[in-house]
């Protein structure tokens, strides 16, 4: 199926829409009626402008307030709707959008409304032009998609068809299975968009809320199987009005809107094997069966600290690259690796962001597999040249520029430890942590969208309510996302401010990057203790924290002193527990967390989240003293 986007979906003036259009891979595009008065450009050359990008015009909207209108009005409405055929012709654009109008004096009446459209049809079709019939949710008389397919049937026009948008039929409630009896061919036109759950009204969602299909909660796929089963066989078109999408960056606004299209079609193949027609196939989505390893770009001299941090945690320096300056550090299933190389990705990335992780390796079945998945929704694929003995590890670039790599058993990927690396012969010393819980990585609150239909749209993963988390200088945002399993967790945290600790967090480190590791241990007091004996330096948590700890659960004094001992933070949810403990923040902000799940416990200790994060203010302002 050909996909389109509406020019309201994304920002800049038409010529920079169109480049970013293109780019992302439309084949076409809605021509909002706006974008294109306000340029200074004829309606001639902007048409050529669209198909010199290798566009076209697949749609030109909105035409509003028309049908059912008594005279003068109604004769004033057809005058209007010629005068924009001739533009359309000028445009080379063939069919036009009317929605169901909002006229006070619009008089409603199935038959009324078809008779219009009937004869507007006729003269659309004297000119070689099509109009397509949309409901709008909060239509007058009109505002759902069974009445406008009543209307467009009576008006029984070849050059009057129907337009399907998902907001207008799903935000109402309606059921898309309703769309299965629809001749395919008298629908012209399908709109997507997707929204969140929030309980507002109708048109001040759509015009302000609307996201790409598989970031909000509408049942988007649902509709799409119902189209694609109908036989509507003609674009897939994206219509999202998003505040946060016309300020965005237009590339990246018009490859996620791409990345979602490809990703609603798979989804609906999926979900409905035998509708095949028109729909691509890739690999399904990539089951991820933890972290591989996690790499950091550092240099000699910065790396001391973070080795020093990962002694005190009980790693151990395993192997070291017969190649390189790299070394990986290990415990449990656990696996760090320090780049301290003068050349390559790793080199750049610390010259642009100071040390951090540069790239995570993800352990998949099949890598090549999850390759070309990644690459069919639009994600740039990553490669460096190969020293001796190396392996060829499928890579693709993620958060903030940095790389995931993908390691598989069947092709003996997961050999690498063993083919790249030697022994060091080093102690093993182990604290009981025993594998990555999750990785937060911090992003501004725009690009969480973005991020996460990324991860959701290539891996198998699942998003969790989005959580608000407050710092003493703002909201961050949290959004977690986790395979089914929960083997492998990632939360992404959009700073909303500068001055909170995660917009603070994104200036020092030049943008978007992992700022904390959560490493699960076996048994938390005993990880605790073994790693205050090393000297490892924890966050402290102040009195209040535990007094009020205290109270809100009932605990025995005992159990409250042995949490205050390790400054461990505690949540209880139903029968399940959670433990969490931090390390102070290396140079550059990013710190190290402990826990420990007990009984399945899910989350993330998000009541504790600004416990943590005013210490952590504490701290790196100098005003905490360490307790005894
Ligand atoms: O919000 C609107 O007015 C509007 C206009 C045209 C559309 O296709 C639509 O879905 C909404
Ligand atoms: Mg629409």
Partial sequence: MKTSIATVSIAGNLAEKLAAIAAAGFD??????????????????????????????????????????????????????????????????????ICSS???????????????????????????????????????????????????????????????????????????????????????????ADAPQINMDLLYLSRHYRNMPGEGDLPVTDFMRAVAASGYDGPLSLEIFNDQFRGGNPAAIARDGHRSLIWLMDQARRAEPALTAGLPDLPANIRVAG???????????????????????????????????????????IRIIVNVEETGFAHSFFLNHGTGVCDVGLRVADAQATAQRARALDATLFSQPLGPGELEIPAIRGVGGSILHFIDAKSGLNDVWDVEF??????????????????????????????????????????????????????TRSQAIASPDRGTRITLNGAQSHRTLAGGFLTDSMGSAVQHIALASKDIFNSAENMAGTGFQMLPIPENYYDDL??????????????????????????????????????????????????????????????????????MRGKDMPRK
């Avoid at 003068?72 to 001739?86: E, G, N, S, T, V």
């Avoid at 996690?294 to 017969?322: C, K, Y």
Wanted: hydrophobic share 40%; no cysteine; proline share 5%.
């Fill in 422 to 475: 030697g022994p060091t012969g080093e102690q093993a010393p182990d604290f009981g942590l025993m594998r990555v819980d999750h990785l937060a990585e911090t992003m501004n609150y725009d690009e969480m969208l973005s991020w996460t239909l990324f991860y959701t749209s290539i891996f198998e993963m699942e998003r969790r309510p989005m959580l608000d988390v407050a710092d003493p200088d703002g909201l």
């Fill in 102 to 192: 909002l006229h006070p004096q619009a008089m409603g009446g199935i038959d009324r409304a078809a008779d219009d459209l009937a004869e507007l049809a006729g003269i659309a079709a004297e000119r070689g032009l099509r109009i397509g019939y949309e409901a709008l949710a909060w239509g007058r008389h009109v505002n759902d998609h069974r009445d406008a397919w009543e209307i467009v049937r009576r008006a029984d026009h070849p050059a009057l068809g129907l337009v399907l948008d998902s907001f207008h039929s799903l935000g109402r409630g309606i059921d898309p299975d309703t769309i299965r009896r629809i001749p395919g061919d008298r629908i012209f036109f399908v709109q997507l």
């Fill in 28 to 97: 076409g595009l809605e021509m909002f009626e706006q974008d294109f008065l306000q340029d200074a450009a004829s309606p001639h050359e902007i048409g050529a402008m669209v198909r010199d990008h290798g566009l076209e015009i697949m749609l030109y909207q909105p035409f509003r307030d028309f049908e059912g209108l008594p005279e003068p009005l109604r004769a004033r409405a057809f005058d209007r709707a010629r005068h924009k055929f001739d533009l359309m012709a000028e445009l080379g654009a063939e069919l036009m959008l």
């Fill in 291 to 333: 972290i591989e390893f996690i790499e950091f770009a550092s240099s000699p001299s910065e790396a001391r600290e973070l080795e020093t941090a990962l002694t005190q945690m009980g790693f151990h320096r395993e192997g070291e690259h017969r190649n390189k300056r790299v070394a990986v550090w290990r415990q449990g299933d």
């Fill in 550 to 619: 205290q109270a809100r659960y009932g605990l025995d004094d005992r159990e409250i002193a042995r949490l205050r001992r390790w400054n461990i933070l505690y949540e209880a949810e139903g029968e399940t527990e959670f433990f969490q403990f931090y390390g102070k923040p290396l140079q550059g902000g990013l710190f190290f967390e402990i826990v420990e799940r007990r009984g399945g416990y899910d989350g993330y200790g998000a009541v504790n989240a600004p416990f943590r994060i005013a210490a952590l203010k504490r701290l």
